[in-house]
């Protein structure tokens, strides 16, 4: 029992000598943690202000582009067909598909022997007709002239009988000599009737003869145009389309041959929306000739073709909607019917709209503004266009304000913040615009040059450009290296 409670005493001066050294342990730190300190009590939690890129409003005259896909087409074509039967003697030098043909040009001739004979049989009847006809004029002369004669005649016996009548009057003559006279006048009247009916038949004549060399002065040009159709010229300068037509081919009347594009007369033909539409329109609903510019993607250049709107398709069509355009190109070199392009439209300006990045407005309708102690305000704007990257806004109730650029869900109403303002220095931005311009060696510009000009896809225009920047002494980085990706170094 002795060592029994011997063991627990001991364990228990144990246990009580670990607690004081805890509660020593516990002391020094509590000392220490307060020296750390400096014996000042606890600081409340501080609010916790979020960084945030802020920029300015400032309204200015803003001229909102439109951005709409179309194709080109030609506004001057020309299908070209057979003007007759026959078999092709003889193609223009030159002419083939998608060759230049000045107006006047010969592009086909066909086998003109039956149009020949023709025309030279047409040409004989005609002259026979001009033969008849300047006979049955001579014939009328000589029948005017007989009447003429016929009524001399008449004259004379009237004068005979009336000689008679008086000596018989005067007791002179006889009745004997009287009935003579009378009957010769008779004879002559009825002579002069005789060359009357002969006249109006040989009037007759001339009119049938002129009829006749009418209709065969029509059958003649007939057969002339017959003939000046076995040749097919050129209407206008232009570029040939679809023509296939080989030499001995034996073409029919109104065979289709191919067509005459005028590339000079083009047009873009594209569809927007109904919205996009009422916005190109004025207070009378008539189309503005806004300005277009026309863009085609090629190679390593942008080809770019300018225009003004012309006109307005008359119906949507059948599962269509919005409307349909047509804008004339004015200028338009290096582009062909069918392109596909990219068209950028100027639309009225907005006198005064302000320019934000798109990343500033909410879904909402509202943008973030600052407001008392660097706070931020939600603030209600009218959303006027979407400009690629940008939203245009109008400026009632946010001019002049401070717009926070990118919006994050740890911001909003209420929230404190650190503006940070960008650096508007001039001097800087001007020298960023600028591109970077690289010195070639002799070694690279040379096999560069030899690349554009061995590329057959790269159009006429932009090989010249680039040539042209090749030529100079300093070649903007860019250029180099779209060629080099293509060269593969």
Same mark, same amino acid.
């Given at each position: ?41 606890? =600081? ?106 016929? =009524? ?63 209709? =065969? ?273």
């Amino acid at each position: 029992m002795r060592f029994f409670r011997r063991s627990l005493t001991g364990l228990m001066l144990l246990a009580i000598t670990l607690g004081l050294l805890a509660m020593a342990g516990q002391t020094i730190r509590t000392a220490f943690e307060a020296k750390l300190a400096g014996n000042r009590p606890a =600081q409340p939690a501080r609010e916790r202000v979020f960084s945030a890129n802020v920029v300015r409003a400032e309204a200015t005259a803003f001229t909102p582009t439109l951005t709409a896909f179309g194709e080109i087409r030609a506004r001057r074509t020309l299908e070209l067909r057979a003007p007759s039967t026959g078999t092709v003697i003889e193609i223009g030098a030159g002419v083939e598909d998608g060759a230049t043909v000045t107006a006047g040009q010969l592009l086909l001739r066909l086998d003109p022997a039956d149009a020949t004979t023709a025309r030279d049989l047409a040409q004989s009847d005609m002259t026979r007709a001009t033969a008849e006809l300047a006979d049955a004029k001579a014939a009328l002369l000589l029948a005017h002239d007989d009447v003429a004669a016929a =009524q001399t005649q008449a004259d004379l016996r009237k004068q005979a009988l009336d000689r008679q009548n008086d000596l018989q009057t005067r007791k002179v003559g006889s009745a004997s000599a009287v009935e003579t006279a009378a009957l010769a006048a008779s004879a002559a009247d009825q002579a002069v009737l005789s060359r009357r009916s002969a006249l109006a038949t040989a009037e007759a004549r001339v009119t049938q003869a002129e009829t006749a060399l009418s209709r =065969q002065a029509i059958t003649l040009a007939e057969a002339e145009r017959a003939l000046r159709d076995t040749a097919l010229f050129a209407e206008f300068d232009g570029v040939l389309s679809e023509f296939t037509t080989v030499q001995g081919r034996i073409l029919g009347s109104n065979e289709r041959l191919g067509d005459l594009i005028d590339p000079n007369a083009l047009e873009v033909a594209f569809r927007i929306s109904t919205a996009q539409y009422a916005r190109l329109i004025d207070a009378e609903g008539a189309l503005i000739p806004a300005d277009v510019t026309a863009a085609l993607e090629v190679s390593d250049a942008e080809l770019i073709a300018t225009g003004q709107l012309s006109r307005v398709g008359a119906a949507v069509g059948a599962g269509q909607t919005g409307r349909l355009l047509y804008a004339t190109l004015t200028a338009a070199p290096g582009f062909r019917p069918g392109d596909f392009v990219t068209i950028r439209i100027a639309e009225p300006a907005l006198p005064a709209a302000i320019a934000l990045p798109a990343t500033a407005y909410n879904a909402d309708g509202t943008v973030l503004v600052l407001g008392q102690d660097d706070r931020l305000e939600s603030l209600p704007v009218q959303l006027l266009r979407r400009q690629g990257d940008n939203v245009i806004l109008a400026s009632t109730g946010l001019e002049g304000r401070d717009v926070v650029r990118e919006l994050s869900p740890l911001l909003g109403a209420g929230i404190k913040v650190n503006p940070i303002r960008p650096n508007t220095a001039a001097p800087a931005d001007d020298a960023a615009a600028q591109p970077e311009m690289i010195t070639l060696t002799d070694e690279r510009r040379a096999a560069l040059i030899a690349f554009v000009k061995g590329n057959d896809r790269m159009p006429a225009d932009a090989k010249t450009r680039i040539l042209a920047q090749l030529a100079e002494e300093t070649v903007p980085a860019s250029v180099i290296k779209r060629l080099e990706s293509r060269m593969g170094g």
